[in-house]
């Protein structure tokens, strides 16, 4: 399948977009409901992200998921197909949810911190994460889940609102937004580091009883 990119991003460069621009949320974004937030998500232009993507990555999950996982960013499959966490990732983050009898679609909206792949897939740039603030939070708004679970440093570090280690952050209850957030292994990195799926498995088994302790 073939997709153009958006007309009115084409050839601009970073240098034109002012940080104060780049920060400033959406307008209305406040009040958008799901259908008026995916269409502003698809064209968005916000920053230089929007020049090389196939297509903004939105979120799939159910609209109401009482969990809410958040990644880094698409990858080039999620680039491809729309949707977010679709290749090997995805695949073990599928398995993850299954032992944890979670299901995305059911109780579970998966979403990234920014919509559109960074180039080579690198993590996202401060400014992209923040050009991209207004939209999560206001998926977060909507969806009103009982847990945040943040996947990987980029995730952490834009929830959190702190510079640590992964190992720092991890297994700590912090809140977002009024809603109790917990800190976990991105899937890719646990492809790369085996062991470390025990310990992600523990976080997911810490956001359980911090969803618990929070509807008590």
Avoid at 5 to 14: I, K, L, Q, S, Y
Avoid at 153 to 180: Q, V
Avoid at 183 to 198: E, F, G, I, Q, S
């Amino acid at each position: 399948m073939a997709f153009s990119r958006p007309p009115d991003c084409a050839g601009v460069a970073a240098a034109e977009r002012s940080p104060a621009t780049a920060l400033a949320p959406p307008d209305g974004v406040d009040t958008m409901d799901w259908d008026q937030l995916r269409e502003a998500v698809r064209g968005c232009t916000r920053c230089v992200l929007c020049e090389k993507r196939k297509q903004a990555v939105f979120g799939v999950g159910a609209a109401a998921a009482p969990w809410l996982f958040v990644g880094e960013g698409p990858g080039a499959d999620e680039d491809e197909s729309g949707e977010p966490f679709v290749g090997q990732a995805g695949k073990l983050l599928d398995a993850m949810l299954a032992a944890a009898k979670l299901e995305r679609g059911r109780e579970v909206y998966i979403a990234n911190v920014v919509k559109c792949r960074p180039p080579g897939n690198r993590v996202p740039a401060p400014e992209e994460a923040a050009a991209c603030a207004a939209w999560l939070d206001r998926q977060i708004d909507l969806i009103g889940p009982r847990v945040i679970v943040a996947l990987g440093k980029t995730a952490a570090m834009r929830l959190t609102g702190r510079e640590s280690s992964l190992a720092g952050l991890r297994g700590k209850a912090y809140a977002y937004r009024g809603i109790p957030l917990v800190v976990t292994y991105h899937p890719a990195y646990l492809l790369r580091n085996l062991p470390d799926k025990a310990k992600a498995w523990e976080d997911l088994l810490f956001a359980r009883r911090t969803l618990g302790t929070a509807a008590a």
